[in-house]
């Protein structure tokens, strides 16, 4: 079993930024992919970005490609999620994921989930 818990969600004006962050407990973290989704009120979960356990390979939604970036720190066991340039579009529940592989993650699925955060971007 994967344990995750994220934090830093909040309330950001248009333009602004955040940074979220995902505790994972329970197994070796370096052996997880982990990933970022996003679910907006009334709509379905959404993939936002993904990386392998060694780091070596990151993925992103096209929706925040330049704009977010994951990064994770094995020694911490802890994925973070620097949003920058937030838009009214991006308010969402947002949810870290793990799986084996990568793959997994960008396919929209995951072996382990975190509770969510909240994030609101007002206009």
């Known amino acids: 079993q994967v344990q995750l818990v994220e934090s830093g969600g909040g309330l950001v004006q248009a333009g602004g930024s955040l940074r979220l962050s995902c505790a994972a407990s329970?197994?070796?973290?370096?052996?997880?992919?982990m990933g970022w989704f996003r679910q907006a009120p009334g709509q379905g979960r959404e993939f936002v970005t993904a990386i392998s356990g060694s780091g070596g390979l990151i993925y992103y939604a096209d929706s925040v490609k330049g704009r977010f970036t994951i990064s994770r720190d094995n020694a911490k066991n802890t994925v973070y999620l620097q949003m920058n340039s937030l838009i009214p579009g991006d308010t969402a529940s947002y949810y870290c994921?793990?799986?084996?592989?990568?793959?997994?993650?960008?396919?929209?699925?995951?072996?382990?989930w975190g509770q969510g955060t909240q994030v609101a971007v007002s206009s």
């Open positions: 994921a793990a799986a084996n592989v990568v793959s997994i993650l960008r396919a929209g699925s995951g072996s382990y």
């Open positions: 329970g197994r070796t973290f370096s052996d997880y992919a």
